[in-house]
């Protein structure tokens, strides 16, 4: 199972950015999907997640609740990350993960390569 992860860039202050993040691979369910982000000097944190198993719902970090959504498109396996009235704290490496089973019945998490965001004041 691979991840390719895009979208990242420079922004200003306040300004919006969208991930995208797509899997590819042998691939029978997928149970999460999930973005992190690591910024410099800093541990990898869990941005939110989306989980799929046991119905649809999204879980976010306090620093990012009500400015960043998680949504899904199930057909392309592909998840994203839309990001509103960005600062400077966000500026990090953003990583997707996505778990779930394979085609021959074996659990997964697999990650994307990460997608640099910076915000600039």
């Known amino acids: 199972v691979q991840l390719q992860a895009s979208g990242g860039g420079l922004v200003q202050t306040g300004g919006s950015l969208k991930l995208s993040c797509a899997a590819s691979g042998s691939i029978s369910a997928i149970a999460q999907m999930s973005w992190y982000r690591q910024a410099p000097g800093k541990q990898r944190e869990l941005v939110g997640d989306l989980i799929v198993i046991g119905g649809l719902r999204t879980n976010y970090a306090d620093s990012v609740k009500g400015r960043f959504t998680i949504s899904r498109n199930s057909a392309k396996k592909a998840v994203y990350l839309q990001m509103n009235s960005l600062n400077a704290e966000d500026t990090a490496v953003y990583y997707c993960?996505?778990?779930?089973?394979?085609?021959?019945?074996?659990?997964?998490?697999?990650w994307g390569q990460g997608t640099l965001v910076t915000v600039s004041s």
């Open positions: 993960n996505v778990a779930g089973m394979t085609t021959t019945l074996t659990g997964f998490s697999a």
